[in-house]
């Protein structure tokens, strides 16, 4: 098993723990669902939170990834957060979640 330090995370990464902690989730961090590894996984909800970052992941292999991921019973939601800053990534997180609570 690999052990994997805050510090190997992304600036991005460390800023969405945050916000997800003072949201008060609970939340795992580099999660396997094989043969894939989500950034966050909030087993409670069923979410999956991907840090995309200001470029993005190549759109074509995220699509074919989700729907991939949204095939396995632990997952019913997936979020790709795009901002770098707390301030972008509370907003996109807010604004996801609520749309995700306001489905159900």
């Known amino acids: 098993m690999i052990m994997i330090k805050p510090t190997d995370y992304t ?3 460390n800023i969405i723990a945050e ?3 003072d949201f ?3 939340y795992d961090q580099q999660y396997s669902f094989y043969p894939y590894t989500v950034d966050f996984f ?3 909800s069923k979410i999956v939170i991907e840090a995309d970052g ?3 992941h ?3 292999r995220d699509r074919l990834r989700d729907s991939n991921l949204m095939k396995h019973s632990s997952v019913e939601w997936i979020l790709h957060i795009i901002g770098t800053t707390k301030r972008e990534v509370e907003e996109e997180l807010w604004q996801g ?3 995700l609570s306001e489905s159900e």
Do not use: F, N, T
């Open 58 to 60: 190549l759109k074509k």
């Open 97 to 99: 979640l609520s749309k």
């Open 54 to 56: 200001v470029y993005g």
């Open 11 to 13: 600036k991005q990464e």
């Open 42 to 44: 909030i087993a409670d």
């Open 19 to 21: 916000c997800l902690s």
């Open 24 to 26: 008060g989730m609970r």
